[in-house]
C-alpha cells in the first residue's frame, strides 16, 4: 500500500502565496505521475497539476501561469506553488499518485485551502 500525506493548506487572503506538499510512503515501486486534484463544494473533482516522473506538467486551465507543480523524486514528494490565489481557488486538494501505467491510483485525505479576505 502507499500513503500519502499532505501539508500545506490553510487560510490566505486573495493575492496570497501558498505551498502544498505530499509526500509518498509505503510500497512505493515505480511511481508514474504525481499531482493535484480539487473538489470545492457542489462542484466536481477538477485537476490541478500533475507532473509525470521525467517531469512533463499538466495544469488545470484555471490555474495556469498562476501554480507550479514540482517533484522531489528522491523523496517521493509533489509540491504545489500556489501564487496570486483568488477565492474561486477555496476547495479541499487533493494528492494523487499513479503506478503501472496509471493503472493503480492513490488519493490523500485532502487539505482544505481557503482563499478569503
Known amino acids: 500500500q502507499v500513503q500519502l500525506v499532505e501539508s500545506g493548506g490553510g487560510l490566505v487572503q486573495p493575492g496570497g502565496s501558498l505551498r502544498l506538499s505530499c509526500a509518498a510512503s509505503?510500497?512505493?515501486?515505480?511511481?508514474?505521475?504525481m499531482g493535484w486534484y480539487r473538489q470545492a463544494p457542489g462542484k466536481r473533482r477538477e485537476l490541478v497539476a500533475l507532473i509525470t516522473s521525467s517531469g512533463i506538467t499538466n495544469y488545470g486551465d484555471s490555474v495556469k501561469g498562476r501554480f507550479t507543480i514540482s517533484r522531489d523524486n528522491a523523496k517521493n514528494t509533489v509540491f504545489l506553488q500556489m501564487n496570486s490565489l483568488e477565492p474561486d481557488d477555496t476547495a479541499v486538494f487533493y494528492c494523487y499518485l499513479s503506478r503501472g501505467r496509471g493503472t493503480i491510483e492513490y488519493w490523500g485525505q485532502g487539505t482544505q485551502v481557503t482563499v478569503s479576505s
Open positions: 509505503g510500497s512505493i515501486c515505480r511511481i508514474d505521475d
